[in-house]
């Protein structure tokens, strides 16, 4: 299997959203031909990482809706970028402002969490190992300072995704140890119900360093069950706020060391799908029709499968979307 990755650019990251924002035509336009060209005409991916990738760009679709004043097909009325014209800076946005974008609501209890919590990724950047249970709070300032959140490598037990967090007040001096997470559960299988995983999923303990212990703060979580052919009946996202459980099937001794002995009430939201009704922000930014790359292989048992697959799902998503399929891709 050959991966291509870049480096993190938080400079060119900010320059592409802030050009994207400001003209709703161009991002939609981007956006259905990133779809289009890239994750079905052009190359075959295999499920998890294209689970991983479609999540990804859910998450960037939503973290810059919460920027947006007037979201809508016309007119964003981003402020993704604020401050002075000599010292211009990224916005940072709140986990209920950043969970209103991906799901439209959330519960008014969430906000005691939520409004006093800060996000501030801009792109994602591909880890080139595995987290074990613990990681050094220098991971989390690097990324919080370089506005990146984390794709995790391949095999990563219990989580995929991982965007930094900010518990304290940005108004006062920044204190590193105020830092948390969210982590992302993606489940890309078409069908699949992730319940199971919900009451267990978890994030790594934090090592403060300075002869202090690992700690885990409060944090989000979120299991995006993408596969999930049909939403919930009613709320299309459940939310809890509970501990985290141990895994009642025996795990290894990798996945068992994420857990604390007193492991903290996290808030979970669990959703199912990959259509606007589950992600209402998707239509606004071009992306609506982004469950048919998904679901299109439903069928797909194994690789083998996947170029008469690929090019099915071209011809169908060229057909939706009034683009023009090349003769002989």
């Not at 006062?172 to 489940?187: D, G, H, N, R």
Request: neutral net charge; contains cysteine; charged residues 20%.
């Amino acid at each position: 299997m050959v991966t291509t990755a870049a480096l993190s650019e938080p400079v060119l990251s900010i320059a592409a959203a802030n050009t994207l924002l400001a003209s709703p035509a161009t991002y939609s336009k981007l956006m259905r031909r990133f779809l289009d060209e890239v994750l079905i005409n052009e190359h075959l991916m295999e499920r998890g990482r294209l689970g991983e990738t479609l999540a990804s760009v859910v998450l960037i679709i939503a973290r810059d809706a919460a920027t947006c004043t007037l979201p809508n097909v016309n007119e964003y009325g981003s402020k993704f970028v604020g401050g002075t014209t000599q010292e211009p800076s990224v916005k940072p946005v709140t986990p209920t402002r950043f969970i209103e974008s991906l799901f439209h609501e959330v519960p008014s209890r969430f906000k005691s969490f939520g409004d006093v919590a800060w996000i501030n990724f801009t792109h994602f950047d591909l880890l080139p190992s595995i987290l074990d249970g613990e990681i050094p709070m220098k991971l989390l300032l690097n990324a919080w300072c370089r506005s990146v959140a984390f794709q995790c490598a391949d095999n990563q037990p219990i989580y995929d995704l991982l965007i930094p967090i900010y518990l304290g007040d940005l108004d006062k001096p920044f204190e590193p140890a105020k830092l948390s997470y969210t982590v992302i559960q993606i489940k890309a299988r078409v069908g699949a119900d992730g319940k199971g995983d919900l009451e267990s999923l978890t994030g790594p303990m934090i090592n403060i360093g300075s002869g202090s212990g690992p700690h885990k703060p409060p944090y989000l979580a979120i299991l995006m069950d993408l596969g999930a052919l049909v939403a919930y009946q009613g709320p299309k996202v459940h939310v809890h706020h509970t501990a985290a459980l141990l895994p009642e099937k025996k795990a290894s001794a990798s996945f068992l060391w994420h857990y604390s002995s007193q492991e903290p009430s996290r808030w979970v939201f669990h959703a199912r799908g990959l259509t606007k009704e589950t992600y209402p922000s998707l239509s606004k930014f071009g992306a609506q029709l982004m469950h048919r790359v998904l679901y299109r292989r439903a069928g797909e048992e194994d690789e083998t499968e996947g170029r008469e697959v690929v090019r099915s799902a071209a011809a169908d998503w060229s057909e939706a979307t009034g683009s023009i399929l090349t003769k002989g891709c």
